[in-house]
């Protein structure tokens, strides 16, 4: 640095006073300044919103410095980078987890207090950020913060959705979606970075250049919009470093559109122009279903392209030598839904870098690892091939290309098989001829990652076969983590401060394993107390929230059953509703001396069903519907009870799970590829009823079959089974509920024929009917049984948090990073 930068900058230092103060004075004077100078208010009159905008602007100044002193320290000693690219992030509520993880949580609780003001409180006024749909999408945000906690040199891209998930509101009880315009109260954690902002170009055709004695090609774009970047700071635990989210919002473009000016009509030319904002307006709310719309393939690309173009800028920056990509950079996609950033490397390499097609592929090859989360075929995403080439002519011709190579080896080393060459081309031949996009992504990704062993199990023997045969070495596995942070620190706080006593320290905060240290006290009569207790708060909590959201009053000493998470007929919500029906006819029917033995349940159900699936919406309306007939029926007070929570989310999850006695996560085995809910669960002590499918299996290892209500066909059964289903009958309590269903019990009979036609009749594809018996066995014998003898239940209890360390997402991305990534922590100095 020359001199007379090094004087420019130190009397910059000088004039900046260090850093800001984390004293309750300095923090104090923080939220007043906020408050006058940022939300505007007189710092003599403002009220809880406006206390939780200064207080969030307050932490985010203390996330800025550190974010700053991060990527500097990152510049300087230029590691291997991390590139995380996906289309959903489910984020939640940011304010509790940035100042825990800053390390200034109380602190701030305390400034407040003397400000009149409650911490909690004020969290309480932060929106949901749901730029996701369901696991896969918190995936993604747990990853962040695990990454983030362990130093690695990561970055998060994504899209800034005007629109996130949308909001569920139950009008009697059917669902209907109500768009979340989550961006109307202001987003305080995102910076606009206006200078950061790429061209991005659609449709047009591709020419051929002459260039240095060759040709290239050139893409003439029909239309260009920009991207601008929105910076979202994440903070580590433990640690100063603070890593990047970065999401693109669309802006139209300077360069959009020259010639309709001309013509004229400049106030149209300008609602034209405003159309460039769709691009990054709307998340897509059906996961798992990929349906082929325009507006979803220019989605992908756009966010694809400007992260591809943010990282090529930030590689040129400090580098001049393309060989050395792949040393320092890895860039692993989500799904397949960020893969068109394969051929977009491939093109700015070959067609504006100007690197030979060996060059350009022999670097893609080396840098692109992902992750897939699905078991069925038909989730898979296909773009139709007359689409793509419209909207993307040159990528179109790259994709050929690979396939045409591709093609080309699998022949050498196959031989002619043309049903296998059929199968395993990038490009599908049929009605509609169409790209299958997991196809690109396993020829180009030197790592394919299933989220459970037996979800690899299934991927190598079924979904992938051919190309396990063709490269098994491609093929790995990382199980499901979730991050300790949000689920227990900031959403069980109570439970943390037992945790840590009992430990003696805090420091499983960032190293799970520790946990482990808890079965030694599993059976001391004074944890399991203390335990009792701080679960007992948080059942009245959720009975407080139930009261709030649905008016309903139930009982803290009821045993609190839930099942939450995106209605789908594979997770079988059914089973579920079933259950409840034919434990409600039993109760009914009891004397009284039997119902004296009854342990009282509140049946919690929430989740959201995508708007155009019509089979998980009558689920939600089955489920509305008994529980009208059980809540009404006086013969039933408070035995049984059955909730369904509205606008299921990441904040209502926190409220929720710490408060369960028993969650289920019931899915037809073979279906769930991990299943995240029931590590939350887990982590707070909860017990899980489930089947033996995804990374349930792994939780058995860990805390033994004794420890949980598990029931169920097996993976391996399933096949079989199904054949069976279609010739034999019902068990008798199974055909019995399902008639109450069909014969008007609960009203809406003819609304609910498509959804009893679906699993009677040889058609349970699902295996509800055979696995019922079971099913209930699991919740009256085990489940009811040991909810008797509370000593053994807390024992289980503490056994459940006790074996929950590996299903932290540390132990996750920490296993990417060493297989996958291979990349190291850089930690930012204090
Ligand atoms: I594919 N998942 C999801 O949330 N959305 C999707 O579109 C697809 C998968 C989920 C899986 O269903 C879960 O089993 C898994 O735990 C989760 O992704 C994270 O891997």
Same mark, same amino acid.
């Given at each position: *640095? +020359?001199?007379?930068?090094?004087?420019?900058?130190?009397?910059?230092?000088?004039?900046?006073?260090?850093?800001?103060?984390?004293?309750?004075?300095?923090?104090?004077?923080?939220?007043?300044?906020?408050?006058?100078?940022?939300?505007?208010?007189?710092?003599?009159?403002?009220?809880?919103?406006?206390?939780?905008?200064? !207080?969030?602007?307050?932490?985010?100044?203390?996330?800025?410095?550190?974010?700053?002193?991060?990527?500097? /320290?990152?510049?300087?000693?230029?590691?291997?980078?991390? /590139?995380f690219l996906s289309l959903e992030f489910l984020m939640g509520r940011s304010l509790s987890n940035s100042a825990i993880n800053l390390g200034i949580r109380d602190q701030y609780a305390d400034a407040l207090n003397q400000l009149g003001f409650e911490f909690e409180v004020l969290a309480e006024q932060e929106g949901d950020a749901a730029q996701g749909n369901g696991g896969l999408a918190r995936f993604s945000a747990c990853h962040m913060d695990s990454l983030a906690t362990m130093d690695f040199p990561a970055w998060g891209y994504g899209l800034r959705y005007q629109y996130g998930l949308f909001r569920q509101v139950i009008l009697d009880g059917f669902q209907h979606e109500q768009p979340d315009y989550?961006?109307?109260? &202001?987003?305080?954690?995102?910076?606009?970075?206006?200078?950061?902002?790429?061209?991005?170009?659609?449709?047009?055709?591709?020419?051929?250049?002459?260039?240095?004695?060759?040709?290239?090609?050139?893409?003439?774009?029909? *239309?260009?919009?920009?991207?601008?970047?929105?910076?979202?700071?994440? $903070? &580590?635990?433990?640690?100063?470093?603070?890593?990047?989210?970065? !999401?693109?919002?669309?802006?139209?473009?300077?360069?959009?559109?020259?010639?309709? /000016?001309?013509?004229?009509?400049?106030?149209?030319?300008?609602?034209?122009?405003?159309?460039?904002?769709?691009?990054?307006?709307?998340?897509?709310?059906?996961?798992r279903s990929y349906q082929g719309k325009e507006l979803r393939l220019k989605q992908q690309y756009f966010f694809v392209s400007a992260s591809v173009q943010d990282i090529i800028r930030r590689f040129k920056d400090s580098h001049n030598d393309f060989n050395q990509f792949p040393e320092k950079v890895a860039l692993q996609l989500n799904d397949t839904h960020p893969s068109l950033a394969i051929p977009e490397v491939m093109r700015v390499l070959v067609d504006e870098e100007l690197l030979s097609w060996k060059q350009a592929w022999d670097i893609v090859c080396k840098i692109f690892s992902c992750t897939t989360h699905t078991v069925v075929p038909e989730g898979l995403e296909k773009i139709p091939v007359d689409l793509l080439g419209s909207v993307l002519p040159r990528h179109l011709q790259i994709i050929f290309d690979i396939n045409l190579s591709f093609v080309e080896e699998l022949k050498k080393h196959f031989g002619l098989d043309f049903n296998r060459l059929s199968r395993m081309s990038i490009v599908e031949e049929g009605a509609v001829k169409s790209i299958r996009m997991a196809n690109l992504s396993i020829v180009c990704c030197h790592t394919v990652n299933g989220v459970s062993r037996v979800h690899l199990d299934i991927l190598k023997t079924k979904v992938f076969k051919d190309f396990y045969e063709l490269w098994p070495q491609k093929f790995h596995y990382k199980t499901n983590g979730v991050t300790q942070r949000r689920w227990l620190v900031v959403s069980n706080p109570g439970l943390c401060g037992l945790i840590s006593k009992w430990l003696g320290t805090d420091a499983w905060i960032r190293d799970m394993d520790l946990l482990m &240290?808890?079965?030694?006290?599993?059976?001391?009569?004074? !944890?399991?107390? *203390?335990?009792?207790?701080?679960?007992?708060?948080?059942?009245?909590? !959720?009975? *407080?929230?139930?009261?709030?959201?649905? &008016?309903?009053?139930?009982?803290?000493?009821?045993?609190?059953?839930?099942?939450?998470?995106?209605?789908?007929?594979?997770?079988?919500?059914?089973?579920?509703?079933?259950?409840?029906?034919?434990?409600?006819? =039993?109760?009914?029917?009891?004397?009284? +001396?039997?119902?004296?033995?009854?342990? $009282?349940?509140? =049946?919690?159900?929430?989740?959201?069903?995508?708007?155009?699936?019509?089979?998980?919406?009558?689920?939600?309306?089955?489920?509305h519907a008994v529980g009208e007939t059980i809540n009404n029926d006086s013969d039933i007070g408070d035995l049984l009870k059955l909730v369904f929570i509205p606008d299921y989310n990441v904040s209502v999850a926190e409220l929720v799970i710490p408060g369960s006695d028993i969650s289920q996560h019931i899915s037809t085995a073979g279906h769930e590829a991990s299943g995240t809910g029931s590590m939350k669960f887990l982590m707070n002590g909860c017990l899980l009823l489930a089947t033996a499918d995804g990374a349930t299996i792994e939780i058995i290892e860990e805390i033994g079959e004794d420890n949980m209500f598990l029931f169920g066909a097996k993976v391996h059964e399933v096949p079989k089974l199904r054949e069976k289903a279609q010739n034999h009958g019902m068990p008798l309590q199974f055909a019995r509920a399902l008639k109450m269903v069909r014969d008007g019990y609960f009203d809406y009979e003819d609304y609910f024929k498509s959804l009893c036609d679906s699993i009677e009749g040889g058609g349970d594809f699902y295996l509800l009917g055979n696995d019922f018996a079971s099913y209930l066995e699991a919740q009256q014998a085990a489940a009811d049984k040991a909810f008797v003898d509370q000593e053994r239940w807390t024992k289980m209890s503490i056994l459940s948090t006790a074996g929950s360390g590996r299903f932290s997402s540390d132990r996750t991305v920490g296993e990417y990073a060493h297989q996958t990534w291979g990349i190291e922590p850089c930690r930012c100095p204090f």
């Open positions: *640095e +020359s001199g007379e930068g090094k004087a420019k900058a130190e009397r910059m230092f000088s004039l900046m006073d260090g850093f800001l103060k984390n004293d309750p004075i300095s923090l104090q004077k923080d939220i007043l300044d906020h408050v006058e100078y940022t939300v505007a208010r007189s710092r003599f009159s403002f009220d809880d919103f406006e206390a939780y905008q200064a !207080l969030s602007h307050s932490v985010r100044d203390r996330l800025i410095e550190r974010w700053h002193d991060t990527h500097a /320290y990152f510049k300087r000693k230029d590691p291997k980078r991390l /590139y989550w961006l109307n109260f &202001g987003n305080p954690w995102e910076t606009e970075r206006i200078p950061v902002s790429y061209a991005v170009k659609f449709y047009g055709t591709v020419e051929e250049k002459d260039f240095n004695g060759g040709k290239c090609k050139v893409w003439v774009p029909g *239309e260009t919009v920009e991207a601008v970047a929105y910076d979202n700071p994440i $903070p &580590g635990y433990g640690t100063r470093n603070t890593i990047n989210l970065r !999401l693109w919002s669309a802006k139209p473009s300077d360069l959009y559109d020259m010639e309709s /000016y001309d013509t004229g009509d400049y106030i149209n030319a300008v609602i034209n122009r405003q159309k460039a904002e769709t691009i990054s307006s709307v998340l897509y709310p059906d996961d &240290g808890l079965r030694d006290h599993a059976v001391d009569a004074e !944890l399991q107390q *203390e335990w009792k207790m701080v679960r007992r708060i948080n059942k009245i909590r !959720l009975a *407080e929230f139930i009261e709030a959201m649905t &008016g309903m009053k139930v009982s803290p000493d009821a045993m609190f059953d839930v099942q939450i998470k995106r209605i789908h007929e594979y997770k079988r919500q059914l089973l579920n509703i079933l259950g409840i029906i034919y434990r409600y006819d =039993c109760i009914k029917n009891m004397k009284e +001396s039997d119902r004296r033995k009854v342990v $009282p349940r509140v =049946c919690i159900i929430g989740g959201k069903a995508a708007p155009g699936y019509k089979m998980a919406k009558k689920i939600i309306k089955l489920c």
